[in-house]
């Protein structure tokens, strides 16, 4: 991996107002719940389920943390709440994993938020520019590669997300310096326990059959996965406006599936599923439904119900799709 691009301004808000492309939150959502004790005085506030996980185990019960979007919500198409205006109006600092993606909740959030809250663009911090991948790369002649529609779902890339757990730490110490030594241990914690999901990810995933390492994915998430673990990715299957699919669209997702020559493809519980299941049996390809970038698995509470568990359980469901043994899983501690 490339080193991370040095780091950027945090106050974004007056560069991000004038951008209509510009977002708050992503694919989908969780639990738009507190997770600190009613005595912090730090208030944070990010945009799906993973992150509101990955802030909370940094912030511990110096910080009051909410996600914008609420649990079983579809953050493509989400309409914003009244109650989603008043946790903006209350924030010390928004955390977000990238800025492009719910166009109405970001113009929502830039509306409310307090002039001296801080931004933190997660992305922007980690992500260097030459390893950013978009949707529509192409070049003109013989000139470089480029492209114009960013993919911007880095955080199921193990190591992108543990260079995201640091700038988090950076961003609470610098919010509430009294804490930065409990934010710096606890995201020390975090990132061994993500460490160990890492080399378990690896010795799963090597198990995969050479002529098994293709994903065929129904949504985006997955092509920095892809890249850093040795898979092609093929997709997404989905309408890039998130429309049902038409009886063409239809017909090529089962020969861009039979193409493949896999034995699975990849859809999300979040995403229409009697569509891709008549795939699956046009196709004669079976189809793993529950992928997620954005939900996390069992209930607020749960042990696995966490970013380490979602992780853990996509790359369960990748293994065992494709073929391969995912038993070195079996030890990792989602809690």
Not at 20 to 26: C, E, G, N, R, S
Not at 63 to 72: D, R, T
Not at 107 to 129: G, I, K
Not at 167 to 183: M, N
Request: a negative charge; charged letters at 20%.
């Amino acid at each position: 991996m490339c080193p991370a691009s040095p780091r950027r301004s945090r106050r974004l808000l007056t560069a991000l107002a004038l951008t209509a492309a510009l977002v708050l939150a992503a694919c989908g959502g969780d639990d738009s719940t507190t997770a600190a004790s009613g005595d912090a005085s730090l208030r944070v506030a990010t945009s799906i389920a993973p992150f509101e996980d990955l802030v909370s185990q940094v912030a511990g019960d110096r910080a009051e943390v909410s996600s914008i979007v609420p649990a079983g919500v579809d953050g493509h198409t989400y309409e914003p709440t009244p109650g989603d205006v008043r946790i903006l109006t209350e924030v010390d600092l928004l955390i977000l994993p990238d800025v492009e993606l719910n166009p109405v909740v970001s113009s929502l959030a830039f509306d409310n938020l307090p002039e001296d809250a801080e931004v933190v663009d997660l992305n922007a911090q980690v992500v260097p520019e030459d390893e950013v991948i978009f949707a529509d790369s192409h070049s003109h002649g013989d000139g470089p590669s480029h492209g114009h529609q960013r993919n911007v779902h880095t955080w199921t890339n193990l190591p992108y997300a543990k260079q995201m757990v640091g700038e988090i730490v950076t961003a609470l110490s610098d919010a509430d310096p009294d804490g930065a030594d409990v934010y710096e241990a606890n995201g020390e914690e975090l990132l061994a326990e993500m460490d160990q999901l890492m080399s378990a990810t690896q010795q799963a995933l090597a198990t995969v059959p050479d002529e098994n390492r293709t994903l065929v994915v129904y949504h985006d998430s997955w092509s920095y996965f892809g890249r850093f673990y040795g898979f092609d990715v093929q997709g997404a299957l989905q309408a890039v406006n998130f429309a049902e699919p038409s009886a063409a669209e239809l017909r090529t997702m089962v020969q861009q599936v039979q193409a493949a020559g896999v034995p699975a493809f990849f859809g999300s519980e979040v995403f229409p599923t009697s569509v891709l299941e008549q795939v699956a049996s046009e196709s004669g390809v079976d189809y793993v439904g529950n992928l997620s970038d954005d939900k996390l698995p069992g209930e607020a509470g749960d042990p696995n119900h966490s970013y380490i568990g979602m992780m853990t359980e996509n790359v369960r469901l990748i293994v065992d799709g494709l073929g391969g043994d995912a038993s070195a899983l079996d030890d990792v501690d989602a809690a």
